[in-house]
Nanobody
Framework: EVQLVESGGGLVQPGGSLRLSCTAS????????MSWVRQAPGKGLEWVSS??????NYADSVKGRFTISRDNAKNTLYLQMNDLKPEDTAVYYC?????????RGQGTQVTVSS
């Protein structure tokens, strides 16, 4: 059974930074496109970013502020988040593949507030 475990969330002031991590196990991590999605309070899932090999893609709302990366030797996916805004407050999930459906982890809470 696929396992994805996110970490690194927390409370941060506007303009601050966080780095999320997602440790993957029980599947061949390096061959999969991996994504980050998020769910803000009272809203649906929103795609944030994906990485496939050296190709990265970002939602317009985070472009220029967030950076997705991966370390295939460590089976770990990252999301560096800079210049955080209150509207980035959400539970962040990593998942296999693209889109909003499919296996994802339990999530990590990111709260941006002064």
């Amino acid at each position: 059974e696929v396992q994805l475990v996110e970490s690194g969330g927390g409370l941060v002031q506007p303009g601050g930074s966080l780095r999320l991590s997602c440790t993957a196990s029980r599947f061949t991590f390096r061959i999969y496109t991996m994504s980050w999605v998020r769910q803000a309070p009272g809203k649906g899932l929103e795609w944030v970013s994906s990485i496939n090999g050296g190709t990265t893609n970002y939602a317009d709302s985070v472009k220029g502020r967030f950076t997705i990366s991966r370390d295939n030797a460590k089976n770990t996916l990252y999301l560096q988040m800079n210049d955080l805004k209150p509207e980035d407050t959400a539970v962040y999930y990593c998942k296999q593949g693209v889109g909003l459906t499919g296996i994802r982890g339990q999530g990590t809470q990111v709260t941006v507030s002064s």
